[in-house]
């Protein structure tokens, strides 16, 4: 097949149509169950099919209310809920034999379906492995077809790692909250239970604080953007205000869509480093006080950082209260990365207070920023997360470390006894190019090469592991930087497919990964992620 350059995703919709021509893929699933036996003949999801539950456990009403809503909004009609099973019916079972909560298996007959699961989580998973195997049309809102076939099938399983997680950094381009539920809907999809959602920059501040207005005033909002690459030169702007927040009610909303969908969303509110917006409303949080700070017009890493005084410490308190108030998640993630320490050396206030403190140096001062707003966090019921950078200095010591400068970080963690997410750049930064080419071909990128394949060649645990040492690694996440990805279209570009290579790493067994099989699954699985109206990169159809 000759090469393409992306343009819309009817050319991708035209290479599916190519490739599925090849040969029927019967279970086209990603990520690939745990196992899974073909059956004979197909089940027919029509306006007669009927709900059975086992269990008045609002949470399992919650996953098969899922399924009920999506049918509604292809074909018309509600599924109905019935006491008893019966020949059309699709019945969900708690057991408590089954080990894994998010495990479940999945019989699929040509006269009813079964379900059985731990937890309500693994019914949504179950759901999610029925809404897979349906035709694309179940994505469409109302679409023309009104029965879906469901092919027979056995299935056993459960995932490999608790935690399979995308970041979205909304603090470089503010992206519409519309936009980002259809994103969360897609990782759903794909069995991804973990959302991070990256809130604050030096290019702007995404997230209403009552106490604080001119977070909403000033820091939401920067005078212009970089045009071109950051290294491009001369360095040139749009001239066009650019920014937004989502108001605390938004998020709350953000929160119940996520949760409907067995996700957790996971704030990120940047501390030490990343953090010249909210200087810019709030100058006196800063070292410098002479100065003038704006939201950054550009990208990369900003010297001017929070000052590690009290009146620093209180607000960041005040704000993380307020958060804390919106996002119910065990972990808050406070960055921790790149904070260049220049004005920290220069700030005789910060140079005191090593000294007084007994810190070796200005990497202890960080490491005693980060311990202080642990201390707190711990006091409300919370744990932090944060980058790697986390480790200098001496890790705080409940801290959960997301390795992303490489595997070094989280290896150094988890030999210590910290909880790890595996997260490294040369494997899971998807704003990264996916073709050799580069910017000859694709739309403007940050740079680096990170094709499918190498997303999904990715193993978290590393080989010299022991058993007990690999307890620590929770999971593994891709992070989406947003430097260049002004808009959804983008996003949804450069996160899928490569989410779809996340989500088999991360729940299928290693041993069980096959790349060859895996891309004729995604050939056709790739058509939901069409009618779900959601961008995707076509360049694996090329390989």
Request: with cysteine; charged share 25%.
């Amino acid at each position: 097949m000759k090469k393409i350059k992306f343009t819309l995703i009817g050319i991708a919709l035209m290479l599916v149509s190519e490739f599925a021509s090849a040969g029927d893929i019967r279970y086209p699933l990603i990520p690939m169950p745990e196992k899974l036996t073909p059956r004979e003949g197909s089940f027919q999801l029509s306006k007669t099919t009927k709900i059975v539950l086992n269990s008045p456990d609002a949470h399992l009403k919650t996953a098969t209310d899922f399924l009920v809503n999506l049918i509604h909004q292809s074909a018309g009609y509600n599924l109905a809920y019935a006491k008893t099973g019966s020949k059309n019916s699709i019945s969900f079972i708690i057991d408590s034999k089954i080990a894994n909560d998010e495990g479940y298996t999945l019989l699929v007959a040509p006269d009813a379906i079964t379900v059985k699961s731990k937890t309500p989580a693994g019914a949504f998973m179950a759901i999610q492995t029925l809404r897979q195997l349906m035709p694309a049309e179940v994505e469409e809102k109302k679409a023309s077809v009104q029965n879906f076939a469901i092919p027979a099938v056995e299935i056993e399983d459960a995932p490999r790692f608790g935690y399979r997680g995308l970041m979205l950094d909304v603090g470089r381009y503010f992206l519409p909250m519309d936009f980002i539920k259809k994103y969360i809907d897609a990782l759903s999809f794909y069995k991804i239970n973990t959302f991070h959602l990256h809130l604050t920059e030096d290019q702007g501040w995404r997230i209403e604080i009552k106490k604080y207005p001119r977070l909403q005033e000033v820091s939401a909002w920067r005078n212009e953007t970089t045009v071109g690459h950051a290294r491009d030169t001369p360095r040139k702007y749009d001239g066009k205000k650019h920014g937004g927040y989502y108001t605390q009610a938004e998020l709350k909303e953000l929160v119940k869509f996520a949760q409907d969908r067995f996700i957790t969303i996971i704030p990120e509110i940047e501390m030490p480093g990343h953090s010249q917006a909210a200087l810019a409303a709030y100058p006196s949080l800063g070292c410098v006080l002479d100065t003038t700070y704006n939201v950054s017009t550009s990208w990369g890493v900003h010297k001017d950082v929070y000052c590690p005084k009290e009146e620093t410490f209180k607000f960041l308190e005040d704000v993380l209260t307020e958060v804390i108030s919106i996002f119910p998640s065990k972990y808050i993630h406070i960055g921790g990365d790149e904070c260049p320490k220049d004005r920290w050396k220069a700030s005789a206030f910060c140079q005191q207070l090593i000294k007084e403190k007994g810190l070796k140096d200005e990497h202890g001062l960080q490491s005693y920023f980060i311990r202080r707003i642990e201390k707190f966090l711990n006091s409300k019921g919370r744990a932090i997360i944060g980058w790697d950078e986390i480790l200098e200095g001496g890790l705080a010591p409940n801290a959960t470390v997301m390795s992303w400068r490489g595997e070094n970080g989280g290896i150094e963690a988890a030999r210590q006894n910290h909880n790890v997410v595996m997260t490294p750049n040369t494997f899971l930064y998807i704003d990264y190019y996916q073709t050799k080419e580069g910017r000859a071909k694709e739309p403007l990128a940050i740079g680096g090469f990170l094709p499918l394949e190498k997303v999904y060649s990715y193993n978290p645990v590393p080989a010299d592991f022991t058993p007990q040492q690999a307890k620590y690694i929770l999971g593994a996440q891709a992070n989406l930087w947003t430097e260049y990805v002004p808009d959804g279209k983008q996003a949804g570009h450069m996160t899928f497919p490569r989410v779809c290579a996340l989500a088999e790493l991360s729940w299928t067994p290693d041993s069980k990964k096959n790349y060859a099989d895996f891309k004729k699954r995604l050939t056709e699985n790739v058509a939901h992620l069409s009618k779900m109206d959601m961008n995707f990169a076509p360049y694996f159809m090329e390989e």
